[in-house]
């Protein structure tokens, strides 16, 4: 899993509640991403960003967002708008977009 | 518009025999293709990559993985299959124009002892 970090492992949400799970990363990479598995669906793009205060949509970026304050962190919020969130969330990173992603351990967020 | 392929759900090999596992990709232009391999409840781990150049490529724990341009396949291989293999593989494919990776749904190997 290298130099990404990702916490909790496990996240518990209730309805109606926002919750934001962390992604770090101390490899100097510009590039960071989500990603949403699934089981038999593979990993679906989420969110990713290119560089410090910026970021783009992926496929199913409907219901999270994400911030890109400094160029070591890219926390993902799960928001109240996404119906089934119930997932593993990978974080991932790249020395520039295109370049090799590697990856953190995931996140597994459950809804009581 | 890119694709990818993984036919196989689930593989099941011998301990000692060599495994298999395919990959089948569409893409516009020129492919970057990945393999990745994953634990339970684990992050991927990058195991090989082809930009360009030779067709055979090697990575980490003995797999390589062939590139046939005419097949449009991408098959990860390994001559002789440990317990410690079994695991959930992904291949990945990019084109030269784009960014992003596309993932296939992943196949799951078991390698039996």
């Known amino acids: 899993d290298g130099g990404i970090t990702q916490s909790p492992k496990y996240l518990f949400r209730k309805e109606g509640q926002n919750v934001t799970l962390s992604c770090e990363q101390n490899?100097?990479?510009?590039?960071m991403y989500w990603y949403r598995q699934d089981p038999g669906q593979g990993l679906r793009l989420i969110y990713y960003s290119q560089i410090v205060n910026d970021f783009q949509k992926g496929d199913i970026a409907e219901g999270y967002s994400v911030s890109r304050e400094k160029k070591e962190s890219f926390p993902l919020t799960v928001t109240s708008a996404q119906k089934n969130p119930t997932a593993f969330y990978l974080c991932a990173s790249s020395m520039t977009r295109g370049e090799t992603q590697y990856f953190g351990p995931g996140t597994r967020l459950l809804v009581l | 518009a890119q694709s990818v392929a993984q036919p196989e759900d689930q593989v099941n090999v011998a301990e000692g025999n060599p495994l298999t596992v395919k990959c089948t990709y569409s893409?516009?232009?020129?492919?970057?293709l990945f393999w990745y391999v994953q634990y339970p409840n684990r992050g991927l781990q990058f195991l090989l990559k082809?930009?360009?150049?030779?067709?055979l490529v090697k990575g980490s724990y003995g797999f390589e993985a062939e590139f046939n341009k005419s097949q449009t396949s991408f098959h990860l291989k390994k001559p002789s299959a440990l317990v410690s293999d079994s695991a959930l593989y992904f291949c990945?494919?990019?084109?030269?124009?784009?960014?992003?990776?596309?993932f296939g749904t992943g196949t799951r190997l078991t390698v039996i002892p």
């Open positions: 990945a494919v990019r084109s030269t124009g784009a960014n992003n990776l596309f």
């Open positions: 082809y930009i360009t150049g030779d067709n």
């Open positions: 490899l100097n990479h510009d590039a």
């Open positions: 893409v516009s232009g020129n492919p970057y």
